[in-house]
Nanobody, 122 residues
Framework: QVQLVESGGGLVQAGGSLRLSCAAS???????MGWFRQAPGKERELVAA????????NYADFGKGRFTISRDNGKNTVSLQMSSLKPEDTAVYYC????????????????WGQGTLVTVSS
């Protein structure tokens, strides 16, 4: 029943910023949420994750200090604020949900969105 829809992707110059949003429908109570990305020819990788309460967040090394994940359970949304973007950040970014943060981080995802493309030019 849970569905996720990403938005906010686009073309940005290196060093710029972009904010991605994910709107969830259906029952998501208690779900951990996160962002993954997949670049052409590469496997999907974790970008950031957040627990249901928002008290715990995890970031891939490449995102630490540059990316911030947040959620608003009242609005049923999760966001990813990205700054100091680099060409290697170019990828399709996916919103994802699972019943636990550890499961989400392992890639055992119950629900994925369709993705939003982020292109960082040099």
């Amino acid at each position: 029943q849970v569905q996720l829809v990403e938005s906010g992707g686009g073309l940005v110059q290196a060093g710029g910023s972009l904010r991605l949003s994910c709107a969830a429908s259906g029952v998501t109570f208690g779900y951990a949420m996160g962002w993954f990305r997949q670049a052409p020819g590469k496997e999907r990788e974790l970008v950031a994750a957040i627990s249901w309460s928002g008290r715990t967040t995890n970031y891939a090394d490449f995102g630490k200090g540059r990316f911030t994940i947040s959620r608003d359970n009242g609005k049923n949304t999760v966001s990813l604020q990205m700054s100091s973007l680099k060409p290697e950040d170019t990828a399709v970014y996916y919103c994802a949900a699972d019943r636990s943060l550890p499961a989400l981080m392992r890639g055992s995802l119950e629900v994925w969105g369709q993705g939003t493309l982020v292109t960082v030019s040099s």
